[in-house]
């Protein structure tokens, strides 16, 4: 995954300080936006402290007429809030400029190209329909060689227009150039399932429907919309987070041993996976649940109903809590449900992925107590490793207990986003989704969406900071 040595273009990959550096360019298409400021520029900073991009320029264009004093304080802020700033990073800010610009105006992205310098990569921190636009107009205008592509989830807005987006840019650069950006595949404890499942005997050989009764992959968020209506209204749960982030989880879940961690080997065993991954009995009625929240309080904070959030319209439906019920259909897991569920405004925090294995074929006739199932859990914040089994427990040895066994993860050497730039630097796609993959995710959920639009589903309710509705398809949890 890190041994790339050469980018698809030919150029030197990895630069590091103290080797001849090559410029480098980011273009960060919507750098006024959120994203940019909580989540991808702080990566950015952390990736320059590590000591690599020692000759990067910095561009942003956002729409709004900014000035590269005003950008200069939003890179130096985004930059502080991931630890002190170095010389790299100070140089960074110094340097950086802000164009304003529409970037679907042809002429305005003759402008930004025309200012980027060496090795370029160009981000789309943008509306996923703006990203489908922008990418039309530079399919006209054509891109200097080498230029590598970041865009950001969700790719395209349905099956439709992400085969026609994936049509446009790999007309643009080759298929190893486009980076679709999915950060869980930034966060190492993500990464962490592969060698949790790979590197020991102890998971793998039980990790099939002989002794598996369920997967569930359950990301409890207590953040509400935060001020993202103009995005989040028009995405909903589903399609913000199970249709990539929880995806990609099941994909690292459920898929067999890749002989390398290289992107062909990799990515290969995930399309692999997903291509066969379908909705409980191809019934998205009874095996899917939507709902959103009501005012409430989430840990001490009071949030409004997510129908009277400021930008969002309450006829629109959109869900805040999506669950779904899948299908592997492989000979490894055949029979196994996967059951997926991301929700905000919740009390619980639980964000992980739980394996649940099957109750022994045979407890021994005086052992008393086989009352839960055993449970191998994968916590994605805080990042551990949690193991819940069943033992002789303290007292009367007869007596069955279950006991809990966790390890610490660890924080990652950098977090997603510096992760996935550095991946698009270093013209390594490995942890970015490839082009049939991110088709094949929307293919998936689809019917789903379809259901729901049809409003075969109804959407339930659930006050914020509540446990979400009480019909969840992921209760009650099985038990022997
Ligand atoms: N925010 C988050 O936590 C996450 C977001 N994402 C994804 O990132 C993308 C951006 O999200 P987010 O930052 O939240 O959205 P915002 O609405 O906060 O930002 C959108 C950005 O796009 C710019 N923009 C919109 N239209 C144009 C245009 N025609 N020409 C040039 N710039 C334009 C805006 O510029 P201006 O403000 O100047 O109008 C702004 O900089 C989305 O695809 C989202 O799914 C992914 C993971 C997490
Ligand atoms: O992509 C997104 O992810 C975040 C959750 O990711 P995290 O890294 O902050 O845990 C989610 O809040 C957001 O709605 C979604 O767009």
């Not at 990790?207 to 993202?228: K, M, P, Q, W, Y």
């Not at 062909?264 to 899917?288: C, E, F, I, N």
Request: glycine residues 10%; hydrophobic residues 40%.
């Amino acid at each position: 995954m890190r041994t790339s040595t050469a980018s698809p273009a030919g150029s030197p990959a990895g630069h590091r300080a103290g080797e001849d550096a090559v410029p480098q360019t980011l273009l960060l298409l919507g750098a006024s936006g959120d994203l940019a400021a909580r989540l991808l520029l702080p990566g950015l900073g952390r990736l320059l402290a590590s000591g690599a991009l020692p000759d990067l320029r910095l561009i942003g264009s956002g729409m709004h007429d900014w000035g590269d004093e005003r950008w200069r304080r939003r890179v130096a802020d985004s930059f502080a809030t991931a630890g002190p700033s170095g010389p790299r990073e100070t140089e960074v800010v110094r340097s950086t400029r802000y164009l304003a610009a529409d970037v679907t105006s042809e002429e305005d992205l003759r402008r930004l190209l025309a200012a980027c310098q060496g090795q370029t990569v160009i981000f789309f921190a943008l509306p996923p329909e703006i990203t489908g636009r922008a990418a039309a107009v530079l399919a006209r205008i054509g891109l200097p060689p080498g230029t590598r592509l970041m865009v950001e989830k969700p790719f395209g807005t349905d099956l439709a227009s992400a085969r026609s987006l994936n049509d446009i840019l790999t007309r643009l650069v080759p298929e190893e150039q486009v980076h679709r950006i999915d950060h869980f595949l930034g966060k190492s404890t993500v990464v962490n399932i592969i060698g949790l499942r790979f590197a020991n005997r102890i998971f793998e050989p039980v990790l099939n429907s002989s002794h598996v009764a369920c997967v569930d992959i359950v990301f409890d968020e207590s953040l509400g919309l935060e001020g993202r209506a103009g995005y989040y209204d028009s995405a909903g749960a589903l399609v913000d987070m199970v249709q990539s982030h929880l995806l990609q989880i099941l994909a690292l879940m459920a898929m067999d041993a890749p002989p390398t961690l290289d992107a062909q080997d990799l990515r290969g065993h995930k399309a692999q996976v997903l291509r066969a991954t379908r909705v409980w009995d191809d019934d998205p009625v009874r095996w899917s649940r939507r709902a959103r929240y009501t005012a409430g309080e989430v840990h001490g904070r009071r949030l409004p109903a997510y129908a009277d959030e400021p930008g969002t319209d309450a006829t629109r439906g959109t869900e805040t809590l999506a669950e779904v019920v899948l299908a592997v259909d492989t000979w490894r897991w055949a029979g196994v449900p996967f059951r997926l569920r991301a929700g905000k405004a919740l009390a619980g925090r639980r964000k992980e992925a739980i394996i649940t294995f099957r109750p022994p074929p045979r407890v021994p006739t005086g052992l008393t107590g086989y009352d839960q199932f055993d449970r191998l859990r994968i916590g994605f914040g805080p990042d551990q490793l949690g193991l819940d089994i069943n033992i002789n427990g303290p007292g009367n040895p007869l007596d069955l207990d279950q006991v809990h066994l966790s390890a610490d993860f660890g924080p990652g050497e950098l977090p997603p986003y510096g992760e996935v730039l550095r991946g698009a630097f270093d013209g390594d796609p490995t942890l970015s989704v490839r082009g049939d993959t991110a088709e094949d995710c929307w293919r998936i959920v689809e019917p789903v969406l379809d259901v729901w639009r049809a409003g075969e589903v109804p959407l339930r309710e659930y006050p914020a900071g509540g446990r979400g509705p009480d019909d969840s398809l992921l209760t009650p949890a099985p038990s022997p």
